[in-house]
């Protein structure tokens, strides 16, 4: 027996797609496995040399390594060694989703912008026309919070001089500038 396809069978499954394809998030690029096998280390070390330079050859872009792609492989993106002799010239930018989170390998020189050579570039433009931004506020482009509940973070700076435990105790730190 054959289901009926009526207009509110219809309405309900392309609702449930819709909705399906709004959930996923849509990034352009490609993904490593398009490039060759990434189940061992070794395979996907080659796949990701294959990959990088297949996209350099052609212009640069994202190369997106899935959640399924072996743990084992350990990403670093240094295929740009020097500027480009253009300012448009390829980089590639990494995107991997494995280990729960995306981790963001950029070019380690990138491009020409604004005057500067950057790997990553957020751009916003606020344009509020006869408007102006409220007074007193903070308007930024990105903001990142690293809120620390317990435990404490290090620099691992060198002390100058030796310090006696106590209660009002001051420690000067070492810090080389190049």
């Known amino acids: 027996m054959m289901a009926r396809l009526t207009p509110?069978?219809?309405?309900?499954?392309?609702?449930?797609?819709?909705?399906?394809?709004?959930?996923?998030?849509?990034e352009?690029?490609?993904a490593l496995d398009e490039f060759g096998p990434t189940d061992t280390a070794e395979a996907a070390e080659q796949t990701l040399q294959t990959a990088v330079e297949a996209l350099l050859t052609n212009?640069?872009?994202?190369?997106?390594?899935?959640?399924?792609?072996?743990?084992e492989l350990e990403v670093r993106n240094l295929w740009q060694e020097e500027r480009s002799t253009r300012d448009e010239g390829p980089v590639v930018t990494i995107l991997d989703?494995?280990?729960?989170?995306?981790?963001?390998?950029?070019?380690?020189?990138?491009?020409?912008?604004?005057?500067?050579?950057?790997?990553?570039?957020?751009?916003?433009?606020?344009?509020?026309?006869?408007q102006s931004l409220p007074h007193c506020g903070t308007h930024a482009?990105?903001?990142?919070?690293?809120?620390?509940?317990?435990?404490?973070?290090?620099?691992?700076?060198?002390?100058?001089?030796?310090?006696?435990a106590g209660q009002d105790v001051r420690c000067y730190h070492y810090s080389k500038t190049d």
């Open 8 to 26: 509110a069978v219809v309405l309900a499954a392309v609702l449930v797609l819709g909705a399906s394809a709004w959930a996923q998030p849509r």
């Open 97 to 130: 989703h494995r280990g729960g989170f995306t981790e963001y390998h950029v070019a380690p020189i990138g491009r020409h912008q604004f005057g500067t050579w950057t790997g990553f570039r957020v751009e916003r433009v606020l344009n509020l026309g006869e």
């Open 141 to 164: 482009v990105q903001a990142i919070d690293n809120i620390v509940v317990s435990g404490a973070t290090s620099y691992m700076h060198t002390l100058t001089e030796p310090v006696q």
């Open 28 to 30: 352009t690029g490609r």
């Open 59 to 71: 212009g640069g872009g994202v190369l997106i390594i899935p959640p399924a792609v072996t743990q």
